[in-house]
């Protein structure tokens, strides 16, 4: 069923079940539909009973006509809030994995609830999310539920846009959507990337007897100066690698952002107070394995704010 055509121009696909996940989803969705003046497409993928049941009245020689009531609901969720862009709804049949990723092909996003029915509220990401989250053609962001999230709202008042910045792994594509989300919403783009410290030589000295012990020693004038050059030499690449995307958004408030360690816990920290997070995902793995990051991985797991994962090659859309 649908109202207007999206045909001629990429869309916001969200994936919705009826549960309280997907709703929040939605209205993020639709917010952000707004935002960019762009289509809506809600998506609900049957129940394998009902897609059983269609099939079985098919091979009757009938047209099956069994009612989507979660399209129905959630028809009934947009209409009573109004909205101001087209909006479409599908009902499709296969397995969530596969029949999201397909109605998303050429879309600006598509996005879904952190977890579906039977979700544990203790948790942020559910088995679904996790998936699409390595096979998504276009950025997925995936909206946390309401036990770890505030009120959802887009704009300037969202808060910044923190970008997980690999400077040898993180597609171009993730850079520029986190540039051009915070250039749409008016918001700080804080840049973070993260840097490897060589363990103090202390660490690598023998223990001691537990009556010998003895305050460990000052860092040594040699290995300050090893810390200094490390930073320094993140800080260069981060800024060669941004430069180009900085030059394209001058009007982007750029923070760059260089920390020793994991970039993870700074995103999740920073993700109390932001309007999005932004990972890339890395290209396939070994072996052609499909494979997101360990930073995606924590951030998604654990992020309080709304995570946008972007593949390599993902075509660049405001978000």
């Not at 207007?4 to 969200?14: D, F, G, L, M, R």
């Not at 995936?142 to 846009?161: F, I, K, M, S, Y």
Request: overall charge negative; charged content about 20%.
């Amino acid at each position: 069923m649908s109202d207007t055509s999206t045909a001629y121009e990429p869309a916001v696909v969200v994936g919705v079940d009826g549960s309280e996940h997907s709703l929040r989803a939605l209205e993020w969705a639709l917010s952000a539909a707004e935002g960019m003046g762009a289509p809506l497409v809600v998506a609900h993928v049957r129940s394998e009973a009902l897609q059983l049941g269609a099939a079985r009245i098919a091979s009757l020689g009938k047209e099956p006509e069994l009612p989507d009531t979660v399209a129905r609901a959630v028809r009934t969720v947009v209409e009573e809030r109004g909205h101001r862009v087209p909006v479409r709804y599908d009902s499709l049949d296969g397995s969530v994995t596969d029949a999201l990723p397909e109605a998303a092909r050429g879309a600006r996003l598509l996005v879904t609830g952190s977890r579906g029915h039977g979700g544990f509220a203790s948790l942020l990401l559910g088995s679904t999310s996790r998936t699409l989250a390595m096979t998504a053609p276009c950025p997925l962001v995936v909206v946390p539920h309401e036990a770890r999230a505030a009120a959802l709202v887009d704009g300037a008042e969202a808060g910044r846009v923190l970008l997980g910045l690999h400077t040898e792994e993180t597609p171009d594509e993730a850079v520029g959507f986190a540039f051009e989300a915070a250039h749409h919403r008016g918001v700080p783009l804080e840049a973070v990337s993260a840097f490897r410290m060589p363990p103090p030589q202390a660490a690598l000295l023998p223990v001691s007897s537990p009556a010998l012990q003895v305050p460990p020693p000052l860092p040594a004038a040699d290995e300050v100066e090893e810390a200094d050059g490390l930073v320094k030499e993140a800080r260069r690449q981060q800024e060669e690698r941004l430069r180009p995307f900085a030059g394209r958004w001058p009007g982007v408030e750029l923070v760059p952002v260089v920390v020793p360690g994991d970039a993870a816990g700074r995103l999740v920290e920073g993700s109390r107070d932001a309007g999005l997070v932004v990972v890339g995902r890395h290209h396939r793995h070994r072996f052609g394995a499909l494979h997101i990051g360990s930073v995606a991985h924590a951030v998604l797991h654990h992020a309080h704010c709304p995570v946008a994962v972007v593949p390599p090659g993902a075509a660049p859309h405001r978000a």
